[in-house]
T-cell receptor, first 115, second 117 residues
């Protein structure tokens, strides 16, 4: 999974609780991404960050928040405002390096279940 | 805007037979196209990409894909399938336009490949 770690692997949350998913990379990549995966729907972009201290909303940002205080870390908080948070969450990173053609490298994912 | 369609939820093939997983795309500019594979409860692994040049792209594990601009397709192929190829496959596109400043990928819904012995 290419130098990207996500923790925990499995996470259980009670309704009304906020939880934070960790994503760390040692690839020295500037860009990082959070996706949500639901069965039959592929991957949908939640947030992305092109550089430290900057991040942008993706297609489904409501109910989520992120921070990018360090290049290596891009934690995702799933807030109580997210109505249907049960899903598989994937973090990815990319090295722009002046080129547009670099693929994204994915972490192993975190499976979040709301009880 | 950019979009990707994978018309088949599942593809079944016998081991040793050729396989094709279909992907069509829509972009307003020129596309960068990618294929990823996902094994159960794992992240996505990069297989191959088309940027420019030869329309036939070769990737990891014996996979290849053919870019067809007129049909806006990027089908994934392998001459001889293995049981271990059974997994979920995703096609993705990046539209090279000014509006895609984040260089974001759009993923298809995924196709489950089942290779039977």
């Amino acid at each position: 999974d290419g130098g990207i770690t996500q923790s925990p692997k499995y996470l259980f949350r009670k309704e009304g609780q906020n939880v934070t998913l960790s994503c760390e990379q040692n690839l020295n990549h500037d860009a990082m991404y959070w996706y949500r995966q639901d069965p039959g729907q592929g991957l949908r972009l939640i947030y992305y960050s092109q550089i430290v201290n900057d991040f942008q909303k993706g297609d489904i940002a409501e109910g989520y928040s992120v921070s990018r205080e360090k290049k290596e870390s891009f934690p995702l908080t799933v807030t109580s405002a997210q109505k249907n948070p049960t899903a598989f969450y994937l973090c990815a990173s990319r090295d722009p390096g002046g080129s547009l053609d670099n693929e994204q490298f994915f972490g192993p994912g975190t499976r979040l279940t709301v009880l | 805007a950019q979009s990707v369609a994978q018309p088949e939820d599942q593809v079944n093939v016998a081991e040793g037979n050729p396989l094709t997983v279909k992907c069509t795309y829509s972009v307003s500019g020129n596309p960068y196209l990618f294929w990823y594979v996902q094994y159960p409860n794992r992240g996505l692994q990069f297989l191959l990409k088309y940027i420019t040049g030869d329309n036939l792209v070769k990737g990891s594990y014996g996979f290849e894909a053919e870019f067809n601009k007129s049909q806006t397709s990027f089908h994934l192929k392998k001459p001889s399938a293995l049981v271990s190829d059974s997994a979920l496959y995703f096609c993705a596109v990046r539209d090279l336009t000014f509006n895609n400043a984040g260089n974001m990928l759009t993923f298809g819904g995924g196709t489950r490949l089942m290779v039977k012995p």
